[in-house]
Structures are given as C-alpha cells and as structure tokens.
C-alpha cells in the first residue's frame, strides 16, 4: 500500500519562502515520474510541477521561475522549494505520482498572507 505524506506548509508573507517535502513508501518513486498539485479552495486540484527519472523538470506557468522541484531517491523523498510567494499560492499542496495519481495523502497547507 502507498502511502504519501507531505510537510512543510503554512503562513508565509508574500515574498517568503517554504520548502515542502513528500515522503513516499510502499513504492520506489526512482523509475517514476513525481508531481506536485495543488488545490485552491473552491477550485480543481491542478499540477504545478513534476520531475522526470532524471530529473528533467517541467512548471506550470503560474510558477515559473519562482518553484524548484527535486527528488532525492536514496530518500524515496520529492520536494519543492516556493520562493516569490505571492497570495494566489495559496493552496492545499499534493505530492503524487504523474500521470497515474496513487491515492492521495493529507497535502500540506500553505498560506500566503500579510
């Protein structure tokens, strides 16, 4: 059974930083492909990044230049560091696997507020 569980969220001021970080088990995230989403209120979950088995990445435009996604295997651990925060990242944020999705873990918070 996968189990997902994300951290590192909560109350940022624009122009802060977070890093989020996605512990995976009861499967080797090295041969697949890992996402991260997010998820507004009241809005559909989206994708905001994802990196590739060697670490080829790509970003929703939105964060563009701003997020950095990676992966370290040896930790079967994914991460994004959010730098530029502004308010409209404010979300609920979803580690997962991409495109195939294992079921989802809790997220983590962020807010982004003055």
């Known amino acids: 059974q996968v189990q997902i569980v994300e951290s590192g969220g909560g109350l940022a001021q624009p122009g802060g930083s977070l890093r989020l970080s996605c512990a995976v088990s009861?499967?080797?995230?090295?041969?697949?492909?890992m996402a991260w989403y997010r998820q507004a209120p009241g809005k559909q979950r989206d994708l905001v990044a994802r990196v590739s088995i060697i670490s080829n990445t790509n970003y929703a435009d939105s964060v563009e230049g701003r997020f950095t996604i990676s992966r370290d295997n040896a930790k079967n651990t994914v991460y994004l560091q959010m730098n530029s925060l502004k308010p409209e990242d404010t979300a609920v944020y979803y580690c997962?696997?991409?495109?195939?999705?294992?079921?989802w873990g809790q997220g983590t918070l962020v807010t982004v507020s003055s």
């Open positions: 009861g499967t080797i995230i090295s041969s697949q492909i």
């Open positions: 997962n696997a991409w495109p195939s999705p294992y079921a």
